[in-house]
């Protein structure tokens, strides 16, 4: 069950897009041919990708054939060590540089050759989050002359496995700043500024980094039966707004609050717990459990579209059940032969002077 659009428009906003037909190269595979991908972000004309071997894959839009469709192909990959799988990407243009997430550690390596990063390994870690505002900036920075200015460090807070929450600022090395401690139990959290928003199997709670104060804010279920486990979700809209997914027993319902706490815009409604949430101003897309996505104006709060869910898959023929949705900030580049008539060569006659 899904919910029809409330106030259709004329032209829909997204549409699917194949980039990446998938990684059945032998070069990929392991031994038993089993590997997945897990997440990916892109960067320019480029898209990382993290395996459940590993591996980290890096894809470029490639031009072979000037009469044919570009295409994005493997340029070069990276096997972490332990070879576990990968369970978050996170880039940052503004110091070229990308943080890994694999077997509770977070690795750092140069983009876009995915060179290791002359830092050790953040060790015992069970999530991290990178200030929102930070992940935003662009390289290279001008000043009002328009002289590019040097990057500036960018902060980001890890959740120990022992309950704390340590702060680290990086630039041309990683930089420990400082420890709230916290009880265990967080296990997502995502930073705007100083205030972050963490949620543990229960509750969301708003901590403030500087006053190290914190408080709970709405429960993550809020159903009578409280056997059935809810992934709780979090997605920052501003500096000082987030997005919380809190399933009632019968629907999920998605506020939008402050980092005081506070209730602000309107409610977001599913009719099921969504497996994902993706900004992409002004819009919120969910992925559903039936594998549709349903699109959200947050300005509105209506919907606007419903992606419906692929065919069945039949014998023999891949998977295309939906596993994830993936935004990133920078976008990702995609292919197209639209006006491609317009591109065609023609002759040019040149005046010797």
Known sequence: MTYAPQNPIDVPPFQLQNLISG????SVLDSTGNVQLRCAQ???????????N????????????PNKLESYTILSRQSLPGEKPIDEIV???SLSRALVLSDHQIYFYNIPSLDPFPIKPVRNIVTF?????HLKRTFPTLSAAGVPLPPESVDFSVVKRNGGIALFTMKD????TK?????????????????????DKAYYSILDLEAASIFQVLPVSQAPDTTSVVKPSITVISRNEFLILSWTGASTLGLFITSDGDPVRGTLEWPSHPEAICLDYPYITSLLPNNTIEIHSIESQSIVQVISAPAPSKTGEPDLRRLNLVSSIGGYLVPSTQRSDKMSTVPVKLLRT
Do not use: H, N
């Open 23 to 26: 990684i059945t190269e032998p």
């Open 42 to 52: 892109a960067w320019g004309s480029e898209i990382y990708a993290g395996c459940s």
């Open 54 to 65: 590993g591996e980290l894959i890096r894809f470029a839009l490639q031009a072979d054939d």
């Open 91 to 93: 880039l940052i243009p």
């Open 129 to 133: 989050a990178v200030d929102d505002q």
């Open 173 to 176: 090395r990683l930089v420990y």
């Open 179 to 199: 420890e709230i401690p916290l009880p265990p139990g967080t296990i997502l959290a995502r930073r705007a500024g100083k205030m972050m928003c963490l949620a």
